[in-house]
Each structure stands twice: as structure tokens, then as C-alpha cells.
């Protein structure tokens, strides 16, 4: 997987050290390992903001230790409450967002609501209160969206762009990427369960192909991006890929062995595609392709001139498309070792609570 390491060594950083954050959605699995992140540049506050009334307790029992944080109960539908918690703040990561394809699909109305009035209440508060830099957290599902929850998402970074030419202050950027592996609600977890419990393992298509990456590289990534990032910009993140039948081989493999079932044993189902999905995922749109520039880590859509002028070490990326299946895939034996890493890091998460 492509990494990145971002240099911190516990002192007060200057781009987040005792600087007060707001992190919308602060209890999902972004929210809270960018929270875990950030904590090591000793911010003066990390304010987490969710509706996720047990998702706020179970983040204080976990970061009980760290006096920065604060926990504010809220929805980003609610304008009142989004403003309440704005006053001060120097950075926004607005992670909160209705996320489940087919709950979208079903409920179109509650997914307008959140990720496109909710995102517009959040932009306008942190434009009156003169926020340093603001992210809009967004997915590969925005790209040539077949779903409502897609849609919502695009519509989400075209509020944000919109901003941009608003105003100087915020920095308005976007951040977009793939599925998080291990994120709640992730095939991950569905395939953990279903192993555990010894059931069939459940897959929609095993040729559908997934970007893929883990929390703490996403959560990496994200605060990476924002110190990169000028107003207006998109920076997709370079992700390798997997197909989803390889997926389904190796969590059986390794869940059975996590849980002392009989690999054998233990069917793969093909169950189709849902309604809204896609085949292979797009990270990037062929005219935004073509018209990207590129860093180690990043594409970057929507380039300003002077961003090539006076940056010697970026270069116009010069591919065409930027789909899953065009992506690297991960094998099998990959896969596995992720899945490692990542358990290990759910059990080190266990033995702090």
C-alpha cells in the first residue's frame, strides 16, 4: 500500500499545534482516527461533533486521557448546533455524511439533507467564523455517480469548490477516496461476522473491483492533504485496488483461522449487484484525468496555473483513466497482511477502553 508519513514527534507542530479543530462525524472511523492522529500534534482542542449519542461515550471512554477533547451532540442538518460549535476553530474536517448506498437509495430525502444541506450549514458557519482551512471529506462513489448517495457526495464537493471562490478564508479543498478498510459498515466486518458465526460468506460479484486502503492511512492522508491543498482544490488520493472475490478468499482464510473454523467448510454465495452499484469504481472523471497534476501521494484536479509555475516538483499526471480495475491490485497474500495490521490495531484499541 502506498503510505505516507507525516512528521510529527510529539512537540507542538505548526500547522495543527494549539490550533482547535472541528472534526464533523468525529465518532465514524475517520472522525476518530484522525482524532488519534491529530492528538500527537497537541492541539489546544479537538471538538468532536456527532448525532451518534453512543458514539460520543464510547469516544470519551477510549480518549479519556486526553483533556483536549471535547464532545458536542449535534446534527449538521441543525444550523443552530453547527454554529455553536464553530466559534474559534482554525480547521474543519467535515466527515459527517449518510454513507450506506442503499439506505441512501431508499431514504433520499435524509440523504439530502445530511450531505448536502448539512455540508452547506457547516460551509456557511465556518465562512462567518473565519476558519483557516476547511476539508470536505468525499469518495470515489461522487465520481459519474449511479447512486443517490453518490450524487449527494458530488453535489457535497461542488458546494465546497463553490465556496472557494467565495471567500480567501476558509481554504476550501476536498479529499477523495476509496473504501476504508475495517470502517463501519465495511464488507470487512460483514465478512468477520459471517465467518465467526459460521454462516456463508456473502458476495454481490467477485469480478467487482473496490479501491481499498486502511483507516490510519486514510486518516494520514486526509491531514496530509489539507497542509498540500489550495482553495478549490480536489486531491484524490493514489489507492491500490482489490477485487472483491480475492477479498472474500483471504478474510475466509483469515477469519477461519482468528476463530478455529474449517476454511472448507465455509461457502462463498454470489448474492448480485445492489441497486446504485458499480462494477468498478472511479476516482477521477476522464476530463478531470487528463487535466490533474500529481505529488507522490496525490492527483490534484482542478489545478491553478500558478500551482505549476511555482511548484518545480509537480507535473500534469498524464493519465487518461483512474478506475479500479485500472488500478494495482492487490494479491491475496496483500490482502491478508492488511487484514493482519489491521486486527492487531482493533485489538490494541480493545485493551485501552
Same mark, same amino acid.
Given at each position: 500500500?502506498?503510505?505516507?508519513?507525516?512528521?510529527?514527534?510529539?512537540?507542538?507542530?505548526?500547522?495543527?499545534?494549539?490550533?482547535?479543530?472541528?472534526?464533523?462525524?468525529?465518532?465514524?472511523?475517520?472522525?476518530?482516527?484522525?482524532?488519534?492522529?491529530?492528538?500527537?500534534?497537541?492541539?489546544?482542542?479537538?471538538?468532536? *461533533?456527532?448525532?451518534?449519542?453512543?458514539?460520543?461515550?464510547?469516544?470519551?471512554?477510549?480518549? !479519556?486521557?486526553?483533556?483536549?477533547?471535547?464532545?458536542?451532540?449535534?446534527?449538521? !442538518?441543525?444550523?443552530?448546533?453547527?454554529?455553536?460549535?464553530?466559534?474559534?476553530? +482554525?480547521?474543519?474536517?467535515?466527515?459527517?455524511?449518510?454513507?450506506?448506498?442503499?439506505?441512501?437509495?431508499?431514504?433520499?430525502?435524509?440523504?439530502?439533507?445530511?450531505?448536502?444541506?448539512?455540508?452547506?450549514?457547516?460551509?456557511?458557519?465556518?465562512?462567518?467564523?473565519?476558519?483557516?482551512?476547511?476539508?470536505?471529506?468525499?469518495?470515489?462513489?461522487?465520481?459519474?455517480?449511479?447512486?443517490?448517495?453518490?450524487?449527494?457526495?458530488?453535489?457535497?464537493?461542488?458546494?465546497?469548490?463553490?465556496?472557494?471562490?467565495?471567500?480567501?478564508?476558509?481554504?476550501?479543498?476536498?479529499?477523495? *477516496?476509496?473504501?476504508?478498510?475495517?470502517?463501519?459498515?465495511?464488507?470487512?466486518?460483514? *465478512?468477520?461476522?459471517?465467518?465467526?458465526?459460521?454462516?456463508?460468506?456473502?458476495?454481490?460479484?467477485?469480478?467487482?473491483?473496490?479501491?481499498?486502503?486502511?483507516?490510519?492511512?486514510?486518516?494520514?492522508?486526509?491531514?496530509?492533504?489539507?497542509?498540500?491543498?489550495?482553495?478549490?482544490?480536489?486531491?484524490?488520493?493514489?489507492?491500490?485496488?482489490?477485487?472483491?472475490?480475492?477479498?472474500?478468499?483471504?478474510? !475466509?482464510?483469515?477469519?477461519?483461522?482468528?476463530?478455529?473454523?474449517?476454511?472448507?467448510?465455509?461457502?462463498?454465495?454470489?448474492?448480485?449487484?445492489?441497486?446504485?452499484?458499480?462494477?468498478?469504481?472511479?476516482?477521477?472523471?476522464?476530463?478531470?484525468?487528463?487535466?490533474?497534476?500529481?505529488?507522490?501521494?496525490?492527483?490534484?484536479?482542478?489545478?491553478?496555473?500558478?500551482?505549476?509555475?511555482?511548484?518545480?516538483?509537480?507535473?500534469?499526471?498524464?493519465?487518461?483513466?483512474?478506475?479500479?480495475?485500472?488500478?494495482?491490485?492487490?494479491?491475496?497474500?496483500?490482502?491478508?497482511?492488511?487484514?493482519?495490521?489491521?486486527?492487531?490495531?482493533?485489538? +490494541?484499541?480493545?485493551?485501552? !477502553?
Amino acid at each position: 500500500m502506498n503510505t505516507t508519513k507525516i512528521g510529527f514527534s510529539g512537540s507542538r507542530d505548526p500547522t495543527y499545534g494549539d490550533s482547535v479543530i472541528l472534526i464533523t462525524g468525529g465518532t465514524g472511523s475517520i472522525g476518530l482516527e484522525l482524532t488519534k492522529t491529530l492528538l500527537n500534534y497537541k492541539p489546544r482542542e479537538i471538538r468532536l *461533533f456527532s448525532n451518534d449519542e453512543n458514539g460520543l461515550f464510547e469516544a470519551r471512554n477510549l480518549l !479519556r486521557w486526553h483533556p483536549e477533547m471535547v464532545y458536542r451532540l449535534g446534527d449538521v !442538518r441543525d444550523a443552530h448546533s453547527i454554529e455553536a460549535v464553530m466559534k474559534d476553530c +482554525d480547521f474543519v474536517f467535515h466527515a459527517a455524511a449518510l454513507k450506506h448506498v442503499d439506505f441512501c437509495e431508499g431514504n433520499p430525502y435524509e440523504a439530502i439533507s445530511t450531505n448536502i444541506l448539512g455540508t452547506q450549514n457547516v460551509i456557511e458557519y465556518a465562512i462567518k467564523y473565519g476558519v483557516r482551512k476547511f476539508v470536505f471529506i468525499s469518495t470515489d462513489k461522487s465520481v459519474n455517480p449511479l447512486s443517490t448517495m453518490g450524487a449527494t457526495k458530488l453535489l457535497g464537493e461542488r458546494l465546497t469548490i463553490s465556496a472557494s471562490k467565495l471567500t480567501n478564508r476558509p481554504v476550501f479543498s476536498v479529499v477523495r *477516496f476509496g473504501n476504508v478498510l475495517g470502517s463501519r459498515g465495511s464488507v470487512a466486518l460483514i *465478512f468477520e461476522r459471517q465467518v465467526r458465526d459460521g454462516d456463508s460468506m456473502t458476495v454481490t460479484d467477485p469480478d467487482m473491483t473496490r479501491f481499498i486502503m486502511l483507516p490510519s492511512e486514510a486518516a494520514m492522508l486526509v491531514l496530509r492533504a489539507a497542509e498540500l491543498a489550495e482553495p478549490g482544490e480536489v486531491l484524490v488520493l493514489k489507492m491500490k485496488a482489490v477485487r472483491i472475490g480475492d477479498l472474500a478468499e483471504a478474510s !475466509r482464510e483469515f477469519f477461519a483461522r482468528a476463530y478455529h473454523k474449517d476454511a472448507k467448510a465455509i461457502r462463498i454465495v454470489r448474492t448480485g449487484s445492489r441497486q446504485g452499484e458499480k462494477l468498478h469504481e472511479e476516482l477521477m472523471t476522464n476530463a478531470e484525468a487528463q487535466n490533474a497534476v500529481e505529488t507522490e501521494e496525490f492527483y490534484i484536479v482542478n489545478p491553478h496555473a500558478e500551482r505549476l509555475r511555482t511548484s518545480p516538483k509537480l507535473s500534469f499526471a498524464g493519465v487518461k483513466i483512474y478506475t479500479s480495475d485500472s488500478a494495482p491490485l492487490l494479491t491475496r497474500e496483500e490482502i491478508a497482511s492488511l487484514l493482519s495490521h489491521l486486527y492487531s490495531h482493533k485489538q +490494541d484499541i480493545e485493551k485501552q !477502553r
